[in-house]
C-alpha cells in the first residue's frame, strides 16, 4: 500500500504564479486534509473534504481553493503565490472526521 | 490564534533522562491525538485518549488526558536518542470532522 502520496516534493515559485499540489490515497478513505506547516506553528488545516464533491474551510483557506472530484485525489490549487504561502503543506486522510489521520510526506514550497 | 499550546517548545536532554511534553487548552475536546514527526516526513500517530482521565501506555511512553479534557502530558521514561523529533498533540471538538494541533515540542536526546 503506497497510502498518501504527495508530488511535488519540493517546488519554487514566483510571485504571482500558480500550481497544483497533488494528493492521492488508496486507501478508500472518506475524509482528505489540506495543512500547512510553518517552523514553530505546528499545522494549520486549510481545507478539508468529507467525500467526493463536498469540501469544506478549515482554519487558513484564503488564497487556496480545492476540489474533490474521485475518493483517492484531493488537489490544493495555488491561483495567484503569495511569499505568505511559502511553507510545508501535507495531505491526511482517515476513515472518518476526528479519526486517525494518515500524512503524505509533504511538498516543501518556496515562493520568491 | 492558537487553540492548543504546547510545553516546552524545545528540548535537549540526555540519553537515560525522563521528561514530560505538556499540550494545555482553554477548549474543552471530545478527543486528543498525539503525533510523532521527524525531519522531512509527515506526523504518525503515537495515541488517541478519549476519556478524561485517561491514562494510555504505549511502551516507554505514558499519555493522560486530563480530567476536564482540555489539557493533556506525555511523559518518556529512560529517553532514547529513537524518541527525537516533533511532538504534535491535536485535539477534536464535538461533533467536528477537524483536529486542530497544537504548536509542537521539538525534543532531541543526546547518546
Known amino acids: 500500500n503506497a497510502g498518501v502520496t504527495q508530488t511535488p516534493k519540493f517546488r519554487i515559485l514566483k510571485i504571482g504564479q500558480s500550481m497544483t499540489l497533488q494528493c492521492t490515497q488508496d486507501m478508500n478513505h472518506n475524509y482528505m486534509y489540506w495543512y500547512r506547516q510553518d517552523p514553530g506553528m505546528g499545522l494549520k488545516l486549510i481545507y478539508y473534504s468529507v467525500g467526493a464533491g463536498i469540501t469544506d474551510k478549515g482554519e487558513v483557506p484564503n488564497g487556496y481553493n480545492v476540489s474533490r472530484s474521485t475518493t483517492e485525489d484531493f488537489p490544493l490549487r495555488l491561483e495567484l503565490a503569495a511569499p505568505s504561502q511559502t511553507s510545508v503543506y501535507f495531505c491526511a486522510s482517515s476513515t472518518r472526521g476526528a479519526y486517525e489521520q494518515y500524512f503524505g510526506p509533504g511538498t516543501r514550497l518556496t515562493v520568491t | 490564534t492558537q487553540l492548543l499550546e504546547q510545553s516546552p517548545q524545545f528540548l535537549s536532554i540526555q540519553e537515560g533522562e525522563n521528561l514530560t511534553v505538556y499540550c494545555n487548552s482553554s477548549?474543552?475536546?471530545?478527543?486528543l491525538q498525539w503525533y510523532r514527526q521527524e525531519p522531512g516526513e509527515g506526523p504518525v500517530l503515537l495515541v488517541t485518549?478519549?476519556?478524561?482521565?485517561e491514562v494510555k501506555k504505549l511502551k516507554r511512553l505514558t499519555f493522560q488526558f486530563g480530567d476536564a479534557r482540555k489539557d493533556s502530558s506525555l511523559h518518556i521514561t529512560a529517553a532514547q536518542p529513537g524518541d527525537t523529533g516533533l511532538y504534535l498533540c491535536a485535539g477534536a471538538k464535538w461533533a467536528g470532522n477537524q483536529f486542530y494541533f497544537g504548536t509542537g515540542t521539538s525534543l532531541t536526546v543526546i547518546p
Open positions: 485518549v478519549v476519556t478524561g482521565g
Open positions: 477548549s474543552v475536546f471530545s478527543s
